[in-house]
């Protein structure tokens, strides 16, 4: 994922636990960070609908599933 340069850190944040994620890499030399779906339990969301929704945030210039 990769977000807008005018995106704070308080919106990163707010973006990354709407969908349960959490930062595991990045920002690499794109800009690009990982993240890691679930919050630890059994409970993992869709990751195409993860996908789909963080696709349509303002704030994210590119997510793509790895």
Not at 7 to 15: H, K, L, Y
Not at 37 to 63: F, K, R, W, Y
């Amino acid at each position: 994922i990769s977000f807008d340069p005018a995106a704070t850190e308080a919106d990163i944040r707010q973006i990354i636990n709407d969908v349960q994620g959490t930062l595991v890499g990045g920002p690499g030399p794109l800009g690009i960070y990982r993240l890691r779906l679930g919050n630890g339990s059994d409970d993992v969301p869709d990751i195409e609908q993860v996908v789909m929704a963080l696709d349509q945030q303002p704030l994210v210039t590119h997510v793509a599933r790895d």
